[in-house]
């Protein structure tokens, strides 16, 4: 399935408009009509990443780089959230995931 499909579907699955995708991810209508019915071939990894978060799948899934169905892949996400904190925060996680993995190892 190609990417246009794909969020085609996920759109109507969700019943949202064109309109509230884009404003969802901070896009034009027309644009994402465009990405929607396959006339943009090439959009950017980053609205690629907006719309994986908005619609909740992978963005491997999204692109075809995997094949299972509506990925429910909350690594990814929780991953391209992470990336996004600053490095103290990130510090702060690591220091939270190092403690949950202390008390599950005692």
Known sequence: MSLASKLLKLRQESEESLQGV???VGASRA????VE???TKNPSLDLIRRLADHFKV??????????????????ATLYRT???LSP???????AIIDSMR?????
Request: proline content about 2%.
């Open 102 to 106: 202390k008390s599950e190892s005692e």
């Open 37 to 39: 019915t396959g006339r």
């Open 58 to 75: 992978s963005v491997a899934w999204l692109v075809g780089e995997i094949p299972e169905e509506k990925s429910d892949n909350k690594t």
């Open 88 to 94: 103290e925060n990130q510090q702060h996680i690591q």
């Open 22 to 24: 884009a404003d969802a």
């Open 82 to 84: 992470l990336q996004s």
């Open 31 to 34: 644009h994402i009509w465009e």
